[in-house]
Nanobody, 116 residues
């Protein structure tokens, strides 16, 4: 079972910023892409952003565009999610995943709470 280590969640007020990170174990060489999903209270898990491991291309949800930025450090098998302009609607548990040989492996989740 691959362990993804997430960090960086917390509580901020509207308009604030948070940065999340997610590290996959060293020595994993079959990562296709990594990214983030989130699960708001009482709602289903939804896509936030992803980054391709080979060329660094990214995609993100409409709600994340212009506010969130995903980046990676290949040498550390780590991705980052910089979140700016946070709103109460961004309150959720944020889950990191790594797609390894076509299978998504998930982190434990980190709570992000945005208060008005």
């Amino acid at each position: 079972q691959m362990l993804l280590v997430e960090s960086g969640g917390g509580s901020v007020q509207t308009g604030g910023s948070l940065s999340l990170s997610c590290a996959a174990p060293e020595g994993i060489f079959s990562i296709y892409h990594m990214g983030w999903y989130r699960e708001p209270p009482g709602k289903e898990r939804e896509f936030v952003a992803r980054i391709d491991w080979s060329d660094g291309s990214t995609s993100s949800s409409d709600s994340a565009k212009g506010r969130f930025a995903i980046s990676r450090d290949n040498a550390k098998n780590t991705i980052y999610l910089q979140m700016n302009g946070l709103e109460p609607e961004d309150t959720a548990i944020y889950y990191c995943y790594a797609n390894v040989l076509g299978v998504n492996r998930w982190g434990q989740g980190t709570q992000v709470t945005v208060s008005s």
